[in-house]
């Protein structure tokens, strides 16, 4: 029982910070990265997507435990975040500049490195013309 009211306060607070955060940014989110909506890269093991809502943002951060959502990476204009993960699960938080088009960061949970990492950066620079080209 003890669980579920665990679950459940959790729930709530995930819904409380959603709510403040989400009016303030989902313009940002609709005229800034809707071009990038969409954009899915995959090697057939590894799977990376673009985060796309505020939500999205707070689950990423809340699971891999590093600071995504409370830095608010959602609000900067420069960076392309994108959630890399093996079977649903997790590896990776990628940010990408908007100008440059590198890779600046890849994080594990708890800002450390996944068995996947150089994958996984491998992966994004090998499609950074999808990311291109939706900028442009």
Same mark, same amino acid.
């Given at each position: 029982?003890?669980?579920?009211?665990?679950?459940?306060?959790?729930?709530?607070?995930?819904?409380?910070?959603?709510?403040?955060?989400?009016?303030?940014? *989902?313009?940002?989110?609709? #005229?800034?990265?809707?071009?990038?909506? $969409?954009? @899915?890269?995959?090697?057939? !093991?590894? +799977?990376?997507?673009?985060?796309?809502?505020?939500?999205?943002?707070?689950?990423?951060?809340?699971?891999?435990?590093?600071?995504?959502?409370?830095?608010?990476?959602?609000? *900067?204009?420069?960076?392309? #975040?994108?959630?890399?993960?093996?079977? $649903?699960? @997790?590896?990776?938080?990628? !940010?990408? +500049?908007?100008?440059?088009?590198?890779?600046?960061?890849?994080?594990?949970?708890?800002?450390?490195?996944?068995?996947?990492?150089?994958?996984?950066?491998?992966?994004?620079?090998?499609?950074?013309?999808? #990311?291109?080209?939706?900028?442009?």
């Amino acid at each position: 029982q003890r669980n579920i009211f665990h679950y459940f306060f959790q729930l709530l607070r995930i819904l409380e910070r959603y709510h403040s955060a989400n009016a303030d940014v *989902k313009s940002h989110l609709d #005229i800034f990265l809707c071009h990038f909506f $969409g954009i @899915r890269i995959t090697d057939g !093991e590894l +799977s990376i997507q673009v985060l796309q809502s505020v939500l999205e943002f707070i689950d990423e951060g809340d699971s891999m435990h590093h600071c995504v959502y409370e830095n608010e990476y959602y609000k *900067k204009k420069d960076s392309l #975040i994108l959630s890399a993960k093996v079977n $649903g699960e @997790r590896m990776e938080t990628v !940010e990408v +500049s908007l100008k440059t088009f590198k890779v600046i960061q890849s994080r594990a949970a708890c800002n450390k490195t996944s068995a996947y990492h150089n994958r996984i950066i491998e992966l994004v620079n090998r499609n950074m013309g999808l #990311i291109r080209r939706a900028a442009s």
